[in-house]
Structure formats: structure tokens, C-alpha cells
């Protein structure tokens, strides 16, 4: 234990391991050039990894080729992690990642022809929501802290928490999508919903925040879609037809629906 800790306490050989982590199987000559010290300098700390068990050194025709071996710091966490905590330690570190990590926001904006209490029943009822939302039908009780579940064609495409519920001004929920594998890669986001009063109009907002940098436009694409197809039924009471209705309508009717 004495040795894995002394070799972990230099910045260099840790990163040593970082980088062989990232590409297994390095020559002295390929990690030498990552650091401004001399070839020496850098074989020193790998004999120090090597003696610690953090590093294995192999000959590989006429190259000897540094390997990471991550046994003697699972033997660290085995030692001091126990089953019980085990749980509670990779939440918190996936949470450090998660709040550290930059994430991106994305706003849309409407103006309706109505009243709050009317577009409220239009965002709660399952019924009118499928009207304007590709036919998915939302299900929850819309009180603080409880959940919600939207389905379409047999399955679940969306769902999530109610985390605020102010009716008729403000909805916030939590929101994970699995209609396809790589949209549900993203985890979690979340999705504030606001109107505010305007003489005869109420202007809704829609905030679609703490989603990955990376996100996939599929996640918040459909937003203005989905605002249009509300405005059109609540100040006509007729549906507007989108590309995505219309290939939920030709889905579900190819269902038997």
C-alpha cells in the first residue's frame, strides 16, 4: 500500500497513468513527448509506477511497451470502500461530473390568443395534449413531486417528474426521452414552462435546460412544432399537420390504430 500511494503522490506519474489509460500500450519514446523533462526523467517515474504493480512492462518485439494495471487500486478500494458505500460514492462522483460539466439551454417562445386557465388545461389534459404533441398521451396527477409518463405507439417516448407545479403560471419537470438509444444517452434534462398574461394573449415560454453540450437536436427540435400545433388549437380549434404527426398518424394506423 505504501508504494501504490507514494507513486500515486507525484502529479507526473499520475499522469503517466492517464495517459496510458486513455492509450494502453505506450513506448518510453511515445509518453516521453507528452512531458518537458528528459527521457530519463520520465523512465525514472515509470520504474517507480512499475514497482508500485501500477505499471506493467513488456517487450514487444524490439520496443518495451508500458501497460496499465488497475489491480492494486481496486485492492485500495476494496480495502476502504465497503459494498454499502460503494452505491453512495459512484452517485456522488457521477453528480461532481454532471454539475461540473457544461451544460446548455434552450428557449422557445409563443404568443396565444387565450387564458392561462385555458392554455393550462391545454398542457395538463391528456386528451388535448395529444392533439398538438404527435399523439402521445401524458399521464399524471400534475401535483408537486410526482411523476408523469408520456406514450405513444405502445411504448413510453418520454417522462419524468413534476419538480414544480403552480398552476395556471408555471410547470417545471425533470424530462428523459427513450423513443431511440441515443437520446436516452443523455440522461436527464429539464423543462420549465411559463405563461404569463398579456391583456387578452399569454405569452408562453418554454425553457428546455441542463441538457449535454453535445445533445442531440432530436431532444428540443420538436419544440416549435409542438408550440405551433397548441397555438393553432387553441385559437381555431383545429390541428395543424407537422412532418412528425404525419408520420405518428401513418405509424399508429400501420399498427392497427
Known sequence: MEDIFKALADPTRRELLDRLQAEDGQSLTALERHFAMSRFGVAKHLRVLEAAGLVLARQVGREKLHFLNPVPIQQVYDRWVSRYAAPLASALTQMK??????????????FIKTTPERLWAALTDPRERSKYQFGVLIESSFAPGSPYRAEGQGRVIFDGENLEVSPPFRLVQSYRAHWSDEVEAAGTSRVTIEITQIEDTCRLTVTHDDLPQDANPQLYGGWPM????????LETGGTLTTPMSIQYTRSTQGQGS
Open 226 to 233: 409542438v408550440l405551433s400545433g397548441l397555438k393553432t388549437l
Open 97 to 110: 461530473a454532471r454539475l461540473e460539466e457544461p451544460r446548455m439551454r434552450k428557449e422557445f417562445e409563443i
